[in-house]
């Protein structure tokens, strides 16, 4: 990584507040560049906190980019920070239109060229695509990385029409934390109290809602880019790692918008920014990438960034299992068009006649984390176990390597004896000592086999063949290898038991599994720069001599045929910033199951938050719990909220609340 502290422009920034129509005013910090000239104005929006969350991020790129001539600008979402207003669902309506607001705001402003890009990864790169498809005329150009055009199937909710039980419940209970942290008094003066204590009376737990929709219906359309492509008018470099659970909306992006101005990037990486070095790598020079795109599209200069494949992919080399890889091994690929004439489906027909799947409920406990973040936990160990508790069928590799690039396909011929229940498929590379490495994988809740927006019960006793995709992913799988398709009836904590499962009989003889084989190319001009970065902010992380807890610990209770995985997230801990600020967080999920009995999956989360600036003797603590369970007929949901202002508990609620099963 290379820090730069010299610039073609020197910087300056400030924090101000944008007004909107209604009078509510958004919490902003512009880096400018120190320059007479009017220059583009880069957006990154989003609710995770500017003035302490994601500052150490922002400081790495924000200002790296107002170095290169351009205002860069960092907005806290509407109730969100030192934001005014009152939080809202997750890319609500209002949410969307105040950011396209604040694009027309900065447009107009006169060290403004008129020219608009926005940036962002995961939800910031969920609106700027969001916006994008409401057209605003001064947006220009769009950098999303780690998002979702797919709202329903390829995001946190919902997964192959099944309830995915470790985000649903985990990134409900994440955001309840974050949405009950206050403004901060440093920043909005003494009015923080009474923002706060408003605040938190407009929460409500964001499972609520998610819950109450279990198929694909309006709700979720909103948002989704997939509904209109034709929408988007920015030109879009659409960004993600084979490590991310979003990498699939970046082939429909290459695909279905107007080529002329799209390109896509997929690297090794996970839910990340590929500068930042964390694994998996390599890493990329990717703000110099980005600066590329932003010079063409925002000032006129040709880099030549649309001379580049339309898709640029990282194939992975083979790799035995673990939870954590530095780097890869693997090369670069381009494509001119997607889907690819490089590229064409290979058929392997499974074998075995009729045999019965009904894997144990705790199967899925080694399935690695849902966003992978880079943490020495996150990926999938070994999948000998997994795979024994799945029925699976093998292809041997021979003389040749076999290249994949794109989604797999399988098409089960199935016969259930219950009217509901879900097929997970796992594509793995073996190697010759018989260790399963992880490729990819993909889930169908077998009522949602004729359509994400409806839910049928499978008929009893009667077969039907479903077909579904799994993610998309580039591995070469070497001679001597095998590949494994594994097919489970079960994955938890990944995906919520349906009531009643009992598994199905697989009939090999029509079904088969079909992969995405790519022709060897050469591509040797496809390179990047090495990472660079503006200069950190200089948080500290202090050393404790406490003992950490492990990552991921999975625990047995034998007698009774329960297993328990604990989680610690590990999304910063304690760290103290340049300005005195003291943030402190720490958070634990715990899912249980036994393994005879889907009725039995529980979540639940734990978190606490504390923000304490010792020179103005502020101190504030949240609390936060949520648990989810359920039955036959509903979803169990328990939430829980204390907040203190030092010694004083200034809000306590609980929220109970049952959501029928109409789908998941």
């Keep these: 990584m290379q820090i730069r502290t010299e610039f073609p422009y020197e910087t300056t920034h400030e924090d101000l507040y944008i007004p909107l129509s209604d009078g509510t005013q958004l919490y902003a910090r512009i880096w400018r560049p120190v320059t007479d000239e009017p220059v583009p104005a880069l957006l990154e929006y989003l609710p995770y906190r500017l ?20 205002a860069s600008v960092r907005v806290d979402v509407r109730g969100h920070g030192n934001s005014e207003g009152m939080p809202g669902d997750e890319y609500d309506a209002t949410e969307l239109a105040d950011g396209v607001a604040v694009v027309h705001w900065l447009a107009q402003q006169e060290w403004c060229s008129g020219r608009v890009g926005m940036f962002g990864i995961s939800w910031g790169g969920f609106n700027s695509l969001q916006i994008a498809a409401l057209a605003p005329e001064p947006l220009k150009a769009v950098v999303t990385v780690c998002s979702a055009d797919d709202r329903y199937d390829n995001d946190v909710h919902y997964m192959g029409g099944s309830v995915l039980a470790v985000d649903m419940h985990a990134w409900a209970a994440t955001m309840l934390a974050f949405v009950s942290r206050p403004p901060d008094p ?78 896509g990037l997929i690297g090794p990486w996970s839910h990340q920014y590929p500068d930042r070095g964390l694994p998996p790598g ?55 068009d997607w889907p690819s004439e490089n590229v064409a489906p290979v058929a392997y027909a499974l074998q075995g006649g009729p045999q019965t799947v009904r894997s144990p409920q705790q199967t899925g406990l080694d399935a690695g984390r849902f966003f992978p973040f880079g943490n020495d936990a996150d990926l999938p160990p070994d999948q000998r176990g997994e795979d024994a508790r799945s029925v699976c069928f093998e292809f041997p590799v021979q003389e040749a390597p076999i290249e994949i690039l794109g ?52 008929p009893v006793g009667e077969t039907e063949d479903v077909t579904f995709e799994l993610n998309g992913i580039g591995h070469t799988f070497p001679p ?65 001599l406490d003992e950490e807890r492990p990552e991921r610990l999975v625990v047995r209770d034998v007698a009774k045929g329960e297993w328990r995985l604990e989680v610690d997230p590990r999304y910063g801990g304690t760290r103290v910033y340049p300005d005195g600020l003291e943030f402190t967080e720490d958070a634990v999920e715990t899912y249980t199951i036994r393994e005879d009995d889907p009725l039995s999956a529980a979540a639940r989360s734990d978190w606490k938050i504390r923000l304490h600036r010792p020179e103005m003797s502020w101190d504030v603590r ?14 169990i949901t328990s939430n829980e909220v204390v907040c203190r202002d030092g010694d004083e508990i200034v809000f306590h609620r609980t929220w109970e609340k049952r959501i029928p099963r109409t789908a998941g």
């Design 622 to 635: 949240i609390e936060s719990r949520s648990e989810t369970s359920a039955d036959d007929d509903d979803f």
């Design 282 to 336: 390599p890493a990329i020079g990717f703000l110099q990438e980005t600066l590329r795109w932003w010079d063409q599209h925002l000032k006129d200069k040709d880099t030549g960034v649309m001379n580049e494949p339309l898709l640029r992919s990282w194939i992975s080399g083979s790799h035995p299992p673990a939870t954590v890889y530095e780097t890869l091994p693997g090369r670069w690929v381009g494509d001119a």
């Design 480 to 544: 001597g290898h095998r590949i494994r398709l594994a097919v489970s009836s079960s994955y938890w904590p990944w995906i919520w038991p349906q009531a009643g499962s009992d598994g199905f009989t697989l009939d090999a003889d029509g079904s088969l599994v079909e992969l995405p084989v790519r022709r060897h190319t050469e591509d040797p001009a496809i390179s990047f720069g090495e990472p660079e970065q503006a200069e950190p902010l200089g948080v500290v992380f202090p050393v404790t």
């Design 51 to 70: 003035s302490d969350w994601t500052a150490p991020r922002d400081w790495q790129r924000h200002p790296w980019y107002a170095g290169h001539g351009y």
């Design 407 to 458: 989604r797999p396909r399988v098409k089960l011929r199935i016969r259930m004896d219950v009217p509901r229940g879900q097929a997970i498929a796992r594509l793995c590379d073996v190697a010759p000592d018989g260790a399963s490495t992880l490729v990819t994988r993909g889930v169908l809740n077998l009522a949602a086999r004729h359509g994400r927006d409806r839910s049928e019960d499978w």
């Design 186 to 263: 440093a920043d909005v003066g003494d009015d923080w109290r009474d923002m706060w204590l408003k605040r938190l009376e407009a929460v409500d737990p964001f499972i609520h809602t998610w819950l109450a929709h279990q198929t694909r219906d309006d709700y979720w359309k909103h948002g989704s880019v997939c509904e209109d492509y034709g929408a988007v008018k920015a030109h879009v470099l659409a960004v993600g790692g084979w490590h991310d659970p979003y990498r699939d909306t970046v082939l429909r992006l290459v695909e279905h918008l107007d080529p002329a101005k799209v390109r």
